[in-house]
């Protein structure tokens, strides 16, 4: 299994901007799809953003416009780029890495994003 760390998470004000990184472990990082979730207290885990092997993304349509993933493979990292933050963004950020032909799904621990209004 691949190793995931969050990091970059913490206190911004609405309006603001904040950039998250996920650090992978393996020498197999190109090879998977990876997605950034968050789950809010007392709400179900949501998909964010993804972005395929082959760069391909997909967005949630309340961040649409003001969240880019990105991934940088020789550094075995991907990026959530969040401008235009909103209070409701508020919630817990999870990154995970898939391999569908393998059946791995693996997810990093979570980091903490506040939104204050």
């Known amino acids: 299994q691949v190793q995931l760390v969050e990091s970059g998470g913490g206190l911004v004000q609405a309006g603001g901007s904040l950039r998250l990184s996920c650090a992978a472990s393996?020498?197999?990082?190109?090879?998977?799809?990876m997605a950034w979730y968050r789950q809010a207290p007392g709400k179900e885990r949501n998909l964010v953003a993804r972005?395929?092997?082959?760069?391909?993304?997909n967005y949630a349509d309340s961040v649409k416009g003001r969240f880019t993933i990105s991934r940088d493979n020789a550094k075995n990292t991907v990026f959530l780029q969040m401008n235009s933050l909103k209070p409701e963004d508020t919630a817990v950020y999870y990154c995970?890495?898939?391999?569908?032909?393998?059946?791995?799904?693996?997810w990093g621990k979570g980091i903490l994003v506040t939104v204050s209004s």
């Open positions: 972005i395929d092997r082959g760069g391909s993304t």
């Open positions: 995970n890495a898939r391999r569908v032909v393998m059946s791995v799904n693996q």
């Open positions: 393996g020498s197999t990082f190109s090879l998977y799809d």
